[in-house]
């Protein structure tokens, strides 16, 4: 198994299980990134579904097609959450876990796009 081929797999597991956290775990990832129950089930049925079950269902779908779009696309996703974590940083403050996160969903996502866009011949 080549690099790009270990990083892919290794990637995608590590997504499904981020997202397996926010799906399985909703109450403890609302705690790491600060988000309060009110009272309602919508808060944690949107934890299971955007910050859980979506990213399982991409990682175990990157994993099945295994093709370097899918993988690059699994980045996409996480270069997404990264957009929506530096407008954050930009507009609504700057905490050292926000950069963490931020820094995390960059590395992750440019990893991906660059290895299976630019390093891997297309199928």
């Not at 790009?4 to 997202?19: E, H, K, Q, R």
């Amino acid at each position: 198994m080549d690099l790009a081929s270990i990083l892919n797999v290794l990637l995608a597991l590590a997504t499904i299980g981020f997202g397996a956290a926010g799906w399985l775990a909703p109450r403890w990832t609302m705690e790491k990134v600060s988000l309060s129950d009110t009272g309602s089930t919508m808060g944690l049925s949107e934890v299971r579904a955007a910050s859980g079950a979506l990213f399982v269902v991409a990682g175990l779908g990157a994993l099945l097609m295994g093709s370097p779009t899918a993988y690059a696309m699994l980045g996409f996703i996480w270069l997404g959450g990264a957009v929506g974590r530096a407008t954050s940083l930009l507009l609504d403050g700057t905490t050292t876990r926000k950069w963490g996160f931020f820094a995390t969903e960059i590395g992750v996502g440019l990893i991906l796009v660059t290895v299976n866009l630019f390093l891997v011949p297309m199928a």
